[in-house]
C-alpha cells in the first residue's frame, strides 16, 4: 500500500524554522518527483515546493530564499526545511509524490499543521 507520512509541524514563534519530513513507503520513491503543498484556513491548495528525481527544485515566491526542498532516495524521505517563518505561513503542509512523466499528484500525505504565532 502507497504510503506518504508527514512529520514535523507545530508551533514556532515568528522568525523561527521547523523541518517537515515525508516518509514514503510502498512506492517506488526514486523514480518520483517530490512536493509540498499548503493550505491556510479558507484558502486553496498552493504549491510550495517541487523536487525532481534530478534535482531540480521550484519554489514559490513567497519562499524563495526561506524554505528549501531536499530528499534523501536511500531513506525514501524527502523534507522541507523552513526558515525565517512569518505569519502567513501558517497552515496544513501536504506532501506530495508523483511520476516525473506525470503532471498530477499520485501520492499524498494527511497533512501536518504549521502554526506561526506572533
Known amino acids: 500500500q502507497a504510503q506518504l507520512v508527514e512529520s514535523g509541524g507545530g508551533l514556532v514563534q515568528a522568525g523561527g524554522s521547523l523541518r517537515l519530513s515525508c516518509v514514503a513507503s510502498?512506492?517506488?520513491?526514486?523514480?518520483?518527483?517530490v512536493g509540498w503543498y499548503r493550505q491556510a484556513p479558507g484558502k486553496s491548495r498552493e504549491l510550495v515546493a517541487t523536487?525532481?528525481?534530478?534535482?531540480?527544485?521550484n519554489y514559490a515566491d513567497s519562499v524563495k530564499g526561506r524554505f528549501t526542498i531536499s530528499r534523501d532516495n536511500a531513506k525514501n524521505t524527502f523534507y522541507l526545511q523552513m526558515n525565517s517563518l512569518k505569519l502567513e505561513d501558517t497552515a496544513v503542509y501536504y506532501c506530495?509524490?508523483?511520476?516525473?512523466?506525470?503532471?498530477?499528484?499520485?501520492?499524498w500525505g494527511q497533512g501536518t499543521q504549521v502554526t506561526v504565532s506572533s
Open positions: 506530495a509524490a508523483r511520476l516525473i512523466i506525470r503532471v498530477t499528484w499520485e501520492y
Open positions: 510502498g512506492i517506488n520513491f526514486s523514480n518520483k518527483a
Open positions: 523536487l525532481t528525481n534530478g534535482g531540480i527544485t
